[in-house]
Each structure stands twice: as structure tokens, then as C-alpha cells.
């Protein structure tokens, strides 16, 4: 519910900064993106500050020239940018790079070069790949790796198991701040008192989680934190934030005339993607004041903002589901735990396989996801794995009420068959 003195989320002024959402509206008005969790549109300042990039500043960044050294300032002061966004205590804790799953295969192949035979890795069944993969690796250097499950079928991971899995030898923990594919959403500063009451690193795995929640590295006690710019909003890129006590234990992966400096930032980076990203951040200041948010915390307010929004969403959606006949959903269905899940849902409809459900809602202009999504072990702990997984339904602060009525319909009579009551504003 809305407080007192604070204003509507200003809903009509957002989808008018996002061109793609424009455009799709104009072309077919009963088109909808309900993919955002595999990639979230981006707003025109993103768009502007690319083009501007391209325009007056597209070199080699270390040059004697004018161009170069804007080039140069303007990789300092997005760096400068995230840090912030982040909530990490410098700019030089902020690695630049070309997705999260480079990012933590990087990330992990240098740590492992500090881990020794008998460490070990604890990570959980509902991990994107990008998080586990890097982590098996390391078996290699004898670190042997251990899955934390969540214990009932609304995927949340109860803190008592983590205890149960920590032992002397813990060196890392690697979870997702939210599940990709169900939406839930991880109590990460919990987490991250147990891990470090081991002495062990604790690795977050946010791409699911940064359009939704704010991200406080330091506040949250997170070692490192990585992200992926086109979920955010943005462009192809990836951001990891790392404690400068870690990344000063990191060995560099870089060449040796580096020294210390850029151990994991390898070759020349995505400027482009840079430029585009300070146009997200400039956007997401402009819905702070478009929301009546003052600056002094902003990230905060803002992130609760656009949570409580999507939690309205999430009411709507799930309620919704919930009531089709021969619709499953997955994931916290229980409205008094929504403000741990993001307006992510995972569903099955008995009798169709997910695949089919996804083409037919596609047919009629509803843009949602099927399979597995690059996290099979959620979809073969939920036991779908020789069924077609999930059709994924992800939702950000752009949709709205009236598109989610439409998928309600559209799942209901052309799917299973049977009419729907409207379920906008439903709580
Ligand atoms: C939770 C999660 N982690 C990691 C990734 C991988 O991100 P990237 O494509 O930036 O490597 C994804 C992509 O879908 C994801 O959803």
C-alpha cells in the first residue's frame, strides 16, 4: 500500500522513456515484453549516450589526444557511476566486463589460484550455470564443491541448511541474489553473516536481482557481487563489484607490464556499452525525481519504489495464475511473502508442454520465455527436466496492469479453455 505524501509510480512517464516499448505499442498494441529477465529493453538516454560515445569520442582510450582523454574520463567516471550504484566503498572496486558469466569465470579461475586441495565451495540448486560451472572447475585445485537446496517447492533457501553445509574448510559461497527462473529473492545480508562468522568469501550472483533491488556491497557485506548491463536496462556488458580486501588477495589474470592494476579487466573494454550504461543510471535519476525522491538516497528509495510496484504486479500475475484452472506456478505463490520475489514466474499447464504455451502466447503477442533458461538444476530440482521446464513470464517496472489481464485471458481461453474475471489491482 501506498504511504501518505508519496506518489503514484509514474507508470505512463516510464514507457514513454523506454523506445522499444514505444514502438512495439505503436506497431501492435497487444504486444507485450514479459522477457525481461533474459533482457530488459533500454531507456532513450541509453540510447543518446551511445550515439553521443560514437560521435565525439569512439579511440583507444590511453592517447595524447582530446578524444582519447575524454574517453579515459568518461571510463573514470562511470566507474566512479557503478561504484555508487553499487554501493562499493571506491571506484577501483568495480571490474568492467564482457557479461556475468565471464565475469565470475574470471573471477573464479583467479581465485582458485589461492584455494588448496580439501577447500570448500558451497553453491545452491537455484543457480543460473553461469554461477555453478566456475565453481566445479575448481576441482582441479582439489576444492570440492556442495549444493545448498531449498527445502519445499516455493524455492527458498533457509539459512539453517547453509550452517549445515559450512565447515572449517568453506572457502567460498556462491549464491544467486534471486532465482532467474522462479523470482525468489535471497535474504543476502543473512547470508552473508553466516558466511563470514566461517571466514568464508561470499559471491553473489545478481543478474536477476539488480533490476528489481537495490545492490549495497558493503552495507549487504558482499564480496563480490556481479551483473549484467542488458538485464539491467542497459547494454551488453558486465559490472562485478569486489571488496578491495578481496581483489587485493586476487592473483592477476592480466599481463605481467600491468602489474596489480586491471587483474581482471582483460583487453580493451566495452566503451559503448559504458556510454549506454550512464544513460541508464541518468534514467533511473530521472524516475527518482519523476517519483518525488530526494538524492541523498536515492538508489534506496528508488529501489523501493519500483519493488513496490512490482509487487502489485507479482499480485496480479500470481493470483491470476493461480486461479486458471491447469495452470502450475512455481515459486512463493503466498502473497505475504512477495517482497521476496521479483514479478518472475515460473509456470506449467497441464496438459502442454512449455514450449507450446510460450509459441502460442508468442503468436498472440505476448513475448514470454520456455525451458530452462540456462538453469537446468532449478528446472531438475523441480523435477521438469524430461517435461520442457518452465514457461517464464518476467515482468519489470515498464509492464502494467492491463498486459498482465491480457496473458490472463489469453492463457485461459485460447490455452485451457476456460474465461477469466479481470484481476487488475488484485492483492
Ligand atoms: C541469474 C543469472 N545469472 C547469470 C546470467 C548470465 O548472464 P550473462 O548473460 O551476462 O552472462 C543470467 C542470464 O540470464 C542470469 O539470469
Known amino acids: 500500500m501506498r504511504e501518505a505524501g508519496q506518489r503514484p509510480f509514474p507508470i505512463e512517464w516510464v514507457r514513454r522513456r523506454f523506445p522499444a516499448v514505444r514502438i512495439a505499442e505503436n506497431r501492435d498494441p497487444s504486444f507485450a515484453f514479459m522477457d525481461n529477465a533474459g533482457g530488459a529493453q533500454a531507456p532513450d538516454s541509453a540510447l543518446d549516450q551511445m550515439r553521443r560515445y560514437f560521435c565525439e569520442r569512439h579511440v583507444y582510450h590511453a592517447g595524447p589526444y582530446d578524444q582519447a582523454r575524454m574517453t579515459e574520463e568518461a571510463f573514470a567516471a562511470i566507474r566512479r557511476r557503478m561504484?555508487?550504484?553499487?554501493?562499493?566503498?571506491?571506484?577501483?572496486?568495480?571490474?568492467?566486463?564482457?557479461?556475468?558469466?565471464?565475469?565470475?569465470?574470471?573471477?573464479?579461475?583467479?581465485?582458485?589460484?589461492?584455494?588448496?586441495?580439501?577447500?570448500?565451495?558451497?553453491?545452491?540448486?537455484?543457480?543460473?550455470?553461469?554461477?555453478?560451472?566456475?565453481?566445479?572447475?575448481?576441482?582441479?585445485?582439489?576444492?570440492?564443491?556442495?549444493?545448498?537446496?531449498?527445502?519445499?517447492?516455493?524455492?527458498?533457501?533457509?539459512?539453517?541448511?547453509?550452517?549445515?553445509?559450512?565447515?572449517?574448510?568453506?572457502?567460498?559461497?556462491?549464491?544467486?541474489?534471486?532465482?532467474?527462473?522462479?523470482?525468489?529473492?535471497?535474504?543476502?545480508?543473512?547470508?552473508?553473516?553466516?558466511?563470514?562468522?566461517?571466514?568464508?568469501?561470499?559471491?553473489?550472483?545478481?543478474?536477476?536481482?539488480?533490476?528489481?533491488?537495490?545492490?549495497n556491497?558493503?552495507?549487504?557485506?558482499?564480496?563480490?557481487?556481479?551483473?549484467?548491463?542488458?538485464?539491467?536496462?542497459?547494454?551488453?556488458?558486465?559490472?562485478?563489484?569486489?571488496?578491495?580486501?578481496?581483489?587485493?588477495?586476487?592473483?592477476?589474470?592480466?599481463?605481467?607490464?600491468?602489474?596489480?592494476?586491471?587483474?581482471?579487466?582483460l583487453g580493451v573494454q566495452n566503451f559503448e556499452g559504458m556510454a549506454a550504461t550512464e544513460g541508464v543510471l541518468q534514467y533511473l535519476s530521472d524516475l527518482a525525481g519523476e517519483s518525488g525522491i530526494a538524492a541523498d538516497d536515492l538508489y534506496d528509495q528508488l529501489f523501493e519504489a519500483i519493488a513496490a510496484y512490482e509487487r502489485t504486479l507479482s499480485e496480479q500475475l500470481i493470483s491470476g495464475l493461480n486461479e486458471v484452472e491447469g495452470v502450475h506456478v512455481y515459486g512463493i505463490t503466498d502473497p505475504k511473502g512477495f517482497d521476496m520475489r521479483t514479478p518472475t514466474a515460473a509456470i506449467t499447464v497441464e496438459g502442454h508442454r512449455p514450449e507450446e504455451i510460450a509459441r502460442r502466447l508468442g503468436e498472440r503477442g505476448l513475448g514470454v520465455n520456455h525451458g530452462h533458461m540456462y538453469a537446468p538444476r532449478v528446472i531438475e530440482w523441480l523435477g521438469l527436466a524430461d517435461s520442457g521446464g518452465v514457461v517464464r513470464v518476467s515482468l519489470c517496472h515498464y509492464n502494467t496492469p492491463a498486459e498482465i489481464e491480457r496473458l490472463l485471458a489469453v492463457i485461459a481461453e485460447n490455452i485451457t479453455g476456460v474465461s477469466v474475471t479481470s484481476h487488475v489491482g488484485a492483492s
Open 83 to 215: 561504484a555508487h550504484f553499487m554501493g562499493a566503498s571506491s571506484p577501483d572496486e568495480i571490474v568492467f566486463g564482457l557479461n556475468a558469466t565471464t565475469l565470475l569465470s574470471l573471477f573464479s579461475a583467479s581465485l582458485g589460484q589461492i584455494l588448496e586441495a580439501g577447500d570448500e565451495i558451497i553453491t545452491t540448486c537455484l543457480e543460473h550455470e553461469a554461477n555453478v560451472t566456475p565453481w566445479l572447475r575448481l576441482k582441479s585445485v582439489g576444492a570440492a564443491t556442495r549444493f545448498w537446496k531449498p527445502r519445499g517447492p516455493d524455492g527458498v533457501l533457509d539459512i539453517e541448511d547453509l550452517r549445515q553445509l559450512l565447515s572449517d574448510r568453506t572457502r567460498v559461497v556462491a549464491v544467486t541474489g534471486a532465482s532467474n527462473i522462479l523470482g525468489t529473492v535471497t535474504d543476502i545480508a543473512r547470508v552473508a553473516e553466516v558466511v563470514h562468522d566461517h571466514g568464508a568469501v561470499l559471491v553473489v550472483d545478481g543478474v536477476h536481482y539488480a533490476p528489481h533491488r537495490r545492490i
Open 217 to 265: 556491497i558493503r552495507r549487504d557485506s558482499i564480496d563480490a557481487f556481479v551483473c549484467s548491463g542488458y538485464k539491467l536496462f542497459g547494454a551488453h556488458i558486465g559490472f562485478l563489484a569486489c571488496s578491495r580486501d578481496l581483489l587485493d588477495r586476487l592473483p592477476s589474470l592480466n599481463h605481467y607490464f600491468l602489474g596489480d592494476k586491471a587483474k581482471l579487466e
